[in-house]
């Protein structure tokens, strides 16, 4: 996001530069040889001599992997949302002296291209297919382009509208610009926001990022709209009614909510605080001469917020505390236009919130009602009875917002460690004997605190009956002399290692190693493999650098909710069997809640001629191991004979492909491994 924010900002300048300085025939040729220039960029592809650095900022890696891979034709395309309404705005059009409305149709072709992308052009075409058609579509483009200027020019030359160099330009002051600025910030940010509070509070259920993305473009086209009954007048009941809610989800009694009912309830407060701000800029928009800087202050405003929650908040905030911050903010978007911030008004807010934060702080902490639901109605009603008190004191309603955000910042949950790098949140805490880790909302492993000092247990997935311990203990694995794991978690499987054993691990997340290595938080790795090395970066490109022969390769990188897809293809199965002795075994740890991955992994097991057994393990009732858990474990391997060894227990089953075409680097659709649709079948 923060990319291609930032991307817009060039390209608006851009636009504002060739409409100030140039004429529209000099307009329409720079633009097409900038097009020209992007045509040789196509096919878009990442170069093969790309490889990710983990020991370097993983945000700017990322950033100029974009920058190279489409950098030049995003930059064309995105000055066309401010140059085509100023084009229009000299066509002699209808509307033309006021061209804001075509931006509803830029981002409502935004919104079917976000859409089109998820649900067609991935389960349908390959990565390579979808670029060839998007470069068609993009040389389609150039030809629509060549038209709508020479329209333009004709149209300017029959209702005699002067060159652009003697349009007399009037620059809207400092301070405009900067409250356009500070609008368009907040629904940008609160969208982010939202989406990495579901994806973390609720789980990364699979493409939860598009819609409060599709929600964000959805206000833009509602508010750009020539609406006559829509107007922040109107939206101003629905804004406070959406403060209140926004308020709720994000204060601790929200935890006692189910998650699909909380998460439908973002939804509709991130679509109409967006479009309150949206149409708050809508209603300020300025004459069609300022057009092109008011874009770009939108744009700023935007790049603002995925800076703020892409690279400031994770190096400043140890939580997740931007949608707060932001929810604040847009309780600020109604003092706009309300004359000067009384102290009378803050203090009334002041006072007004004291009984909220009272009936928040009891029904949250010890409710003697014990009913989530009642909590919420208690708290949402107070809101709604002081937001209506003093809907004429904005100020006020600002600093209720805030009093009920304040505490969560400071709100550590006792956690013995809690940090965030790139790939999210990391959190270490106590309950009762265990000492657990917490990454996002997966539980990466736990430990009994009473085995601190001594040579641990590992518990959860890895206990001694589960899959994964019953291939590393078996007579084969105590026979291994190389096993390798992708994804450390704490290291828990490190303490089957055996003496004459050597092991690697392999991990993306510089965080998680010194989580794991760290004797004060776990004690797995300094206590049974301190000497084994941690190899950072993308375990498919480390491991195809190294010359490691592995008797046992774990996979277990897709236990967790957001699937790394690159890691279960044709190709990387081929990558890791290449890393196999002869007779050695790739073990999958697929547990998950939304996906169903044997299925595709039997598939390129075949295409492979490989073979595979799988178990689904549960726990005994009266299992020993209180800290064991449920897990689904596939093995592969290239030797038949081995498969067949473990068969010989019956607690794993022979796995058979179902002739479909298996997951590639080029095509892979995650939709068809979710659970849901795989019970339908």
């Known amino acids: 996001m923060l990319f291609f924010q930032v991307v817009l900002i060039v390209g608006y300048i851009y636009a504002h530069v060739l409409t100030k300085w140039l004429s529209l025939r000099w307009q329409l040729v720079t633009h097409l040889v900038f097009w020209a220039s992007a045509l040789t960029l196509l096919p878009l592809s990442v170069s093969e001599s790309w490889s990710y650095d983990a020991s370097s900022s993983t945000a700017w890696q990322t950033l100029k992997l974009f920058a ?26 209808p509307s033309a002296d006021d061209p804001y409305f075509l931006y509803s149709a830029s ?54 509208v002067a060159p652009t160099t003697d349009v007399a330009y009037s620059t809207p002051k400092l301070k405009q610009i900067a ?82 009912f909380v998460f439908l309830l973002y939804v509709p ?39 703020f929650n892409s690279i400031i908040a994770p190096l400043v905030f140890a939580q997740e505390v931007e949608a707060q911050l932001t929810m604040i903010l847009a309780g600020g978007l109604l003092l706009f236009g309300k004359g000067p911030i009384t102290p009378r008004a803050l203090a009334f807010g002041f006072l007004a919130s004291y009984p909220i934060l009272y009936a928040a702080g009891v029904f949250g902490a010890s409710n003697p009602f014990d009913d989530a639901t009642l909590q919420t109605i208690i708290v949402i009603s107070m809101l709604i009875g002081a937001f209506a008190l003093f809907r004429n004191r904005p100020a006020s309603i600002v600093v209720i917002i805030a009093a009920l955000m304040l505490p969560i910042f400071s709100d550590k949950k006792d956690s013995l460690f809690q940090d965030r790098s790139f790939f999210g949140t990391h959190k270490v805490y106590t309950t009762g004997n265990l000492r657990l880790y917490q990454n996002g909302t997966t539980l990466h492993g736990l430990q009994f605190e009473s085995e601190f000092g001594t040579r641990p247990t590992p518990q959860s997935y890895y206990y001694p009956k589960g ?21 450390l978690g704490v290291g828990a499987l490190s303490c089957y290692k055996l003496p004459t054993q050597e092991w690697a691990f392999f991990e993306i997340d510089v965080m998680v190693d ?62 890791y069997t290449e890393r196999l002795a002869g007779d050695g075994v790739l073990v999958f740890h697929i547990s998950n809640r939304y996906y169903e991955l ?13 073979h595979m057994a799988l178990q689904r393990h549960f726990l005994d009732k009266d299992s020993e191991y209180t800290g064991g858990n449920h897990s689904i474990v596939a093995i592969i391997s290239p030797d038949e004979a081995r498969i067949e060894g473990f068969l010989a227990d019956d607690k794993w089953k022979p796995v ?10 080029d095509k892979a659709n995650l939709l068809s491994a979710l659970q849901w649709l795989q019970n339908e079948k």
């Not at 919104?111 to 067609?120: C, E």
């Not at 040389?139 to 709508?148: E, N, P």
């Open 68 to 93: 190279l891979g489409v950098g030049l034709p995003f930059a064309v395309l995105s000055a066309n949302a401010p140059l085509l309404q100023a084009w229009y705005a000299r066509s002699g059009g």
């Open 514 to 575: 010194r989580v794991a290595r760290d004797p004060s938080m776990f004690t797995y790795i300094s206590e049974c493999a301190p000497d084994s090395p941690t190899h950072l970066g993308d375990a498919r490109i480390v491991m195809a650098q190294t010359d490691y022969t592995f008797d046992i390769l774990v996979l277990d990188a897709y236990s967790s909710d957001a699937i790394p897809l690159h890691l279960i293809t044709k190709e990387a199965v081929q990558m």
């Open 656 to 665: 058979l492909s179902d002739g479909r075409g298996p997951w590639t680097d």
């Open 598 to 610: 044997s299925t595709p992994l039997a598939r390129i097991a075949d295409e492979l001629g490989l």
């Open 179 to 260: 409250k356009w600025i500070i609008i368009a910030f907040v629904p940008s940010s609160l969208m982010l926001s939202f989406t990495t509070k579901a994806s973390t509070d609720l789980g990364s259920i699979p493409l939860i990022w598009v819609v409060p993305l599709a929600t964000y473009l959805l206000s833009f086209i509602f508010a750009f709209a020539k609406l006559k009954r829509l107007s922040v007048k109107s939206l101003q009941i629905p804004m406070l009614l959406a403060l209140v809610l926004g308020t709720v989800l994000l204060t601790k009694i929200v935890d006692q909510l189910s998650t699909p």
């Open 107 to 160: 981002n409502f072709g935004s919104l079917l291209a976000l859409l089109a992308f998820p649900l067609l052009a991935d389960p349908l075409l390959g990565a390579r297919e979808t670029s060839n058609i998007w470069s068609v579509g993009f040389v389609m483009f150039g030809g629509l382009l060549l038209i709508s200027g020479l329209v333009t020019v004709r149209g300017a030359n029959t209702f005699a």
């Open 467 to 487: 899959p994964m311990a019953q291939v590393i203990t078996s007579e084969f694995g105590r026979q291994s002399d190389s096993i390798g794991i992708v994804g």
């Open 269 to 307: 407060v991130l679509f109409v605080i967006a479009l309150y701000a949206h149409r708050l800029l809508y209603e300020m928009r300025p004459p069609a001469e300022q057009l092109t800087v008011f874009y770009i202050a939108l744009s700023v405003g935007g790049a603002f917020g995925g800076l």
